[in-house]
């Protein structure tokens, strides 16, 4: 479980750390212009938004509390997938036990 939860970690610190190159060598807002006039770019985003929904429904049904589900899920569009990567850290014990008990 400790490894999992390494791997996660490690991929959450090179994507905050591409977040933090990106933002510092070019315009956001051309980005996005270019994103969404290319094809490819528009699917891109369509995957970063499924996988934004999914991390989403899994907070939502393993969280046992509606209110500290919601205060995880809201960030998540601005944050991102280093934010559901922190709730995975913290939730994978959990989440092994749930699924132990099926």
């Not at 994103?35 to 929904?53: E, H, I, N, Q």
């Not at 500290?68 to 569009?77: D, K, R, S, Y």
């Amino acid at each position: 479980m400790k490894i999992l939860q390494i791997l996660i970690a490690a991929g959450a610190l090179g994507l905050a750390a591409l977040i933090v190159v990106a933002i510092s060598a070019g315009s956001f807002s051309e980005a996005g212009s270019w994103l969404m006039s290319d094809p490819w770019g528009r699917v891109t985003l369509a995957d970063l938004y499924l996988g934004f929904v999914l991390a989403a429904a899994v907070i939502w049904l393993c969280e046992p509390r509606p209110l500290v589900a919601v205060l995880w899920i809201l960030p998540i569009p601005v944050l991102g997938n280093v934010w559901a990567a922190v709730w995975f850290i913290l939730r994978l014990p959990h989440l092994r036990e749930r699924i132990a008990r099926r």
